[in-house]
Every structure is written in C-alpha cells, then in structure tokens.
C-alpha cells in the first residue's frame, strides 16, 4: 500500500451539486465508461426506488477520484444453472469495474475507497462490481489479503470468468476485416456479400437516433424481439412504455442513441440498439428472427452496422459488445480481455454465512454445468430449450 486518501459522500440530490460533479470529473478524472458518469448515471435512476450514490476523493474541487453507484432495492439469486432457489432481498449498490483515480498506479487511494464506503452503505446492503478486468488494479486489489477492501468486506466472484469482446474500430469495414484472423475475416465478407447479392434491392437497414425515433425503432423491433428465445425463456425482451423506452429516451436526449432495424422485404428480421458516449459505441441488445438463421443474419446485421459506422463517420474508436462472451462475438472481435462480476458482503456474522452460501451454491451449479458438458448434454438441452421457447 501506498497513499492513505479521505474519501466522502458528495451530495448528489442537488441537480446543481450532480451537474458540477460530472464537470469536475470529466474535467480532472480519466472518464470514458458511460457508467462511470454521474449525470447518465441519474438518467438511469429516475425511478421510484433507484437513486445515485457518490464517494469522492480529493479536496474541495480538486478530485483524484470518484466511485459512483446506482443504488437500488433487489435480491440476491441462488441458482443452479438457469432454475432460482431461493432469493434474498437486498440493497445493492452497483459500481462498473471500480473507482476512477487519476492514477490507477496508486493503489492505496483506490483501497481507500472501500474503507469509506463500508462506512457509508447499510449493514445487509452488498456492493456489485461489474466488469472488472482480471489484469487490472481493481482485480489486484480483490485479491490483495492484507487490502482494507478484505478486510472490509468478503470478496464473492459471481459467476465464471469471461472474455469481453471489443472492435478497435481505425474508420473502415476493410480494416476492420484486415485485423481479424484471416479466415474470419474472409468467411464475414462472403456470408455479408451472398445476403446482398441474394436479395439486392430487397433488404434495407434504417437507423434511428431522434427521440421520436425511439418510439419508431421500437415499434419496428419489438415483432423480432418477440421471437427470441431471449423473450420467451427469460423474459428479456423489448416493450413499448415502461422503464427501457424511458431510458431509450433519455439517452437520444443526450445523442447517445443510436438502433437499427435490417428489413427484407419491407418485413423486419433483426434489430440492434446501442449507445456512443465518447469514442465509445456500447452494443447493448440484438436480436433476429430465428426463421432467418441459416442465413447467418446476426453476423450480417453487424457488418451492416459496421458499414453505417463508417458512412456516418461517427468518432467511434471502439465498439463493445459488453458483458458476456459467445462465439459470436469472440469471432468477430479483435480485442478481447478477460473480465468477472464480484460481490463484496459487509464483514459480519451474517455477511460470513451470506457470502459462504453464495459460494457453495455457485461451486455446485458450475460443477454440474461442467458435468453435463463433459457428457455432451449441456449444449444439446440448451438447443432443447431455445428451440422449444420459440416455437
């Protein structure tokens, strides 16, 4: 450990006092993660039950650091692959990767942070990291015992390691080509330039990035979202109203929003709907008619957008298909770092026996994960039930 640093509260209910946070970080801190801004952080908590809680350090308007929440009520799952339990309800104060310092090379600022937030949450709430880079200074500290973030809370990895999938984006679909491995990047441009040639002048990609274009793409993609299994198995899908077109809108407000909808035939089959803040496009929901397929229309609908990225010459440097790796967007990325989600447990009794459960549960579930992968089953009752939630 290095440097000490007082860390403390900074009074975020005032839209003065959030309004001149967010400037002084982006002023003064290195901020490029769109959660790691507090106005849009607010954007995302305007809801009953949802509010933004901020840990600065630094002395007056000079910051050298800031860990912002989103702090809402929710419950801790203990599952077993896909099937829930038991759950336990809960505050949950959630922070992207960890806090910003201006310099990630100081790790007892960083530390320091911990101490304080143990002293500001509730006793039964519990903190998510998610994102966290496994070659970074946050996971460092994770597995730092003598840190006063162990010492503070029991570290909980949740879920397995994964590989976050990015596009080093240098302008051009060509280039974009060139950097993957070369029989990617030729089997990508044949699968694009067959769907073209197959239904020239019958298939349309439309863009919507205006407010009033939130309602439109979302009544264009809604009928595709309504296909995925994603939809039918785990009720994850698109809707008109509701909490995701608030957040839609408020984000096209700022001119961060940007969806797609690819038509053949006038008819919808996939979607794609993301935010750029920065140089930064975050590739947040996709989704196609399972009808379509065969025709391998998710890598096609990528290469599609990727053609607009180009054509509107907007000054994306990355493109980040977020949490979560599959082959998909492992093949079709050329930046790809390993990453983990992590719950901190308040140190108590009870903190001992929540994390320790939490652990059991998550050893067991992985365990039989492996098991039915080892036999060839996991894969083929995951087909099973896709193909049975879509038909």
């Known amino acids: 450990m290095t440097t000490k640093a007082q860390w403390r509260p900074w009074d975020v209910t005032d839209a003065h006092e959030l309004a001149r946070l967010a400037g002084l970080a982006r002023e003064q801190l290195p901020i490029v993660d769109i959660k790691h801004d507090v106005e849009w952080l607010k954007e995302l908590c305007n809801r009953p039950g949802k509010r933004v809680f901020a840990l600065t350090c630094g002395a007056g308007d000079a910051l050298s650091g800031i860990a912002p929440f989103e702090v809402y009520p929710s419950h801790l799952d203990f599952t077993i692959g896909e099937i829930s339990l038991f759950s336990k309800r809960t505050a949950k104060y959630v922070l992207e990767i960890g806090p910003v310092v201006a310099s990630s090379a100081d790790e007892g600022v960083l530390d320091s942070c911990f101490a304080a937030l143990r002293g500001s949450i509730e006793p039964s709430a519990v903190v998510f990291l998610e994102g966290v880079p496994l070659e970074g200074p946050m996971a460092t500290l994770l597995n730092n015992p003598a840190s006063d973030l162990r010492r503070h809370f ?27 491995s070369k029989r990617t990047g030729k089997d990508l441009a044949k699968i694009w330039r067959k769907f073209k040639e197959e239904y020239e002048g019958r298939h349309e990609l439309r863009r919507f990035d205006t407010v009033d274009g939130v309602g439109e793409f979302l009544k264009e993609a809604i009928p595709v979202s309504d296909k995925t299994y994603q939809k039918n198995l785990l009720g994850l899908g698109l809707e008109i109203g509701g909490d995701l077109q608030d957040e839609m809108t408020s984000a096209a407000r700022k001119g961060y929003f940007v969806g797609y909808v690819l038509y053949v035939d006038g008819e919808a089959i996939a979607f794609d709907y993301g935010y750029i803040y920065g140089d930064c496009f975050y590739l947040l929901t996709k989704g196609y008619d399972p009808a379509w397929a065969t025709k391998k229309i998710g890598m096609v609908l990528g290469m599609e957008l990727l053609q607009d990225v180009e054509d509107q010459k907007y000054s994306v440097r990355v493109l ?44 067991f579930s992985r365990w039989l994960g492996d098991t039915l992968a080892k036999y060839g089953l996991k894969d083929r009752i995951k087909r099973l039930i896709r193909r049975h939630s879509v038909s």
Request: glycine share 8%.
């Open 320 to 363: 980040d298909h977020m949490y979560g790796g599959d082959v998909y967007k492992e093949r079709t990325s050329n930046n790809k770092t390993p990453e983990r989600h992590y719950y901190l447990i308040p140190r108590s009794v009870s903190g001992a026996v929540l994390a320790k459960s939490m652990i059991a549960t998550d050893r």
């Open 154 to 180: 029991h570290v909980v990895p949740h879920g397995p390691e994964y590989l976050r999938c990015r596009i080093d984006w240098d302008g051009t679909v060509d280039a974009y080509l060139a950097s993957l």
